[in-house]
């Protein structure tokens, strides 16, 4: 009979996934400064009113040709405002809007190796309506159809409505919460091991829709995503959570770097 060698492999333990974390982390912020992109700059200015200790990411980061040389958006403390900048506004089709004004989120490790995001969600006008119906087949509530079409949260074990947000004693694994007004989702999950380790999908999708050939009725596609990781630790040490944002975006890049509208 002929012998076959058996190799066990195991998953290294929670501390020591998050240790390997944060030396990455430590690793990206050396490369770029709080709140920031590699390049430096918080994005381009002409749409950014929020208060100085916010940390704003307009897509910036994406204004690559190649998604693998993109650098991420990497905050630390406090809020990130995720939002379009104005060129980028401005490149959506034509007679077309998206549903999202703005995103802010909000980052928690616990000891565990869970993390909870927060993410509180300014729409546009009739944004919100476009979201509760939900896509071309759309759930059993306004919540769940919030979860799907801005978090592509349909392979999630859980979602459930809420009337608030809940607290840390409330939570649970592998669910995400959403509150009856729409205006706030709580995702809970482990938490992301490398920036590339995406906690969470988070989709502008448009409110009207741009003629595409491609799109059947009841489509609801999304002009840009901010792909969000959530690490324990941060630029100070071992406590709090770190932000982790890498973008893609449907407007076309010009050669000099400018965004133009998309060509569906």
Not at 26 to 55: F, K, M, P, Y
């Amino acid at each position: 009979m002929k012998s076959t060698d058996r190799t066990t492999t195991t998953s290294p333990p929670k501390s020591a996934r998050a240790v390997a974390a944060l030396a990455g982390l430590a690793l990206l912020l050396s490369g770029c400064g709080e709140g920031e992109t590699a390049s430096g700059a918080n994005g381009s200015g002409d749409r950014v009113e929020q208060a100085a200790d916010q940390n704003v990411c307009q897509f910036d980061q994406a204004r690559v040709d190649d998604s693998d040389d993109q650098q991420p958006f990497v905050s630390s403390e406090g809020e990130v405002v995720v939002q379009l900048s104005g060129e980028l506004a401005a490149a959506i089709p034509e007679d077309s809007a998206v549903a999202i004004d703005e995103l802010v989120l909000t980052a928690t490790a616990f000891s565990t190796g869970i993390c909870r995001l927060e993410v509180e969600i300014v729409y546009t006008d009739g944004g919100m309506e476009v979201v509760a119906a939900g896509a071309v087949s759309p759930r059993d509530s306004a919540e769940e159809n919030a979860a799907v079409v801005l978090l592509n949260a349909g392979t999630r074990a859980d979602i459930e409505a809420v009337a608030e947000v809940p607290s840390d004693d409330e939570v649970e694994k592998d669910v995400t919460y959403v509150t009856n007004d729409l205006s706030h989702i709580t995702v809970v999950d482990e938490c992301s091991d490398a920036a590339d380790d995406d906690f969470a999908s988070l989709k502008f999708p448009y409110s009207v829709q741009p003629e595409r050939p491609d799109a059947m009725e009841g489509d609801i596609h999304e002009f840009a995503t901010a792909e969000v990781a959530v690490i324990p630790g941060s630029q100070g040490g071992s406590d709090g959570a770190s932000i982790i944002i890498t973008g893609d975006t449907d407007a076309e890049l010009t050669a000099t770097g400018q965004w133009a509208p998309p060509e569906y």
